[in-house]
């Protein structure tokens, strides 16, 4: 569905690339995760598949067809969840809705419904300037599926959401992946990144570090652990590499000679992988 080759960015007056020659492709029915910190190029590569930014080097194939062919009908292929909510305060949430409704092809979604999907059935007739941050956040992302497109691009889609809201939003990517829809979805959080995506490639400094699904990049960057959490004198835990681990002394001594409170197996997290293959800490202010 998107073909990406030897992408190349730079605004305008930087000395420098922002995006430096960047290759990807995303197959249909298939959640891809661009993860990186702020500046990383994530929402700039973003910018540039969804026609807001146009003066960049590369190749970029869309759904067969080169990305700079396609006129303002390319819209009606590609519904955009953006990071921050964006709404006309004046108007309610379901007004909203209707409004940038009329702006698309489409016109048999049943909008209350898509507010039911995000909770905010209640909320249809009141203005969204009394909407909460984590009521507009959910406007926001159910106006990306106005149009029934081929493929959603989401922008941190849990930020600013409660754990109720957050598993119901990550719930219904997961549905619409289900049915068929190609989805690109840009973060730092990478336990979202962990749970969503197919693949993921790590991108720091305008580059891609590492590409992959979440389960094969943590088998080739981490090691599985287990930790073991034993009473002598006190509680202790000790943490060992699975590898080997029958031969391993301590490991025995321990099982032989303490009380055992607990043992599990720990894989490495994606928050560990990128740091060993960027070189760089995530941070919740991206």
Wanted: glycine fraction near 8%.
């Amino acid at each position: 569905m998107i073909q990406v080759a030897n992408l190349i960015f730079r605004y305008p007056n930087q000395e420098i690339d922002t995006i430096k020659g960047i290759s990807f492709k995303i197959e249909k029915g298939e959640i891809y995760g661009f993860l990186g910190p702020s500046g990383a190029g994530k929402s700039t590569t973003q910018k540039i598949l969804i026609k807001l930014l146009s003066e960049y080097k590369g190749q970029i194939q869309v759904m067969g067809h080169d990305l700079k062919s396609y006129n303002n009908s390319y819209y009606n292929k590609i519904g955009v969840g953006f990071e921050l909510p964006n709404h006309y305060a004046k108007l309610t949430g379901l007004e909203n809705l209707k409004l940038f409704a009329s702006f698309y092809e489409v016109k048999n979604v049943d909008l209350m419904e898509l507010l039911h999907k995000v909770g905010l059935t209640d909320a249809a007739h009141q203005k969204t300037q009394d909407y909460s941050k984590g009521m507009k956040m959910r406007l926001n992302f159910v106006r990306a599926l106005l149009h029934d497109p081929e493929i959603l691009f989401f922008d941190e889609p849990t930020s600013g959401l409660d754990p109720v809201n957050a598993k119901n939003i990550k719930d219904i990517i997961l549905d619409l992946k289900a049915k068929g829809k190609t989805i690109f979805l840009t973060t730092h959080n990478m336990h979202d990144a962990d749970e969503l995506c197919d693949r993921v490639a790590f991108i720091t400094n305008g580059q891609i570090m590492a590409e992959g699904s979440p389960k094969a990049l943590k088998l080739k960057f981490g090691k599985p652990l287990l930790n073991v959490e034993y009473q002598n004198s006190g509680f202790h835990l000790a943490e060992f590499e699975l590898e080997n681990l029958g031969q391993n002394l301590e490991f025995r001594n321990i099982l032989e000679s303490n009380k055992i409170i607990s043992m599990h197996t720990r894989e490495a997290s994606l928050d560990e992988v990128f740091i060993k293959t960027t070189g760089e800490q995530l941070t919740l202010t991206d």
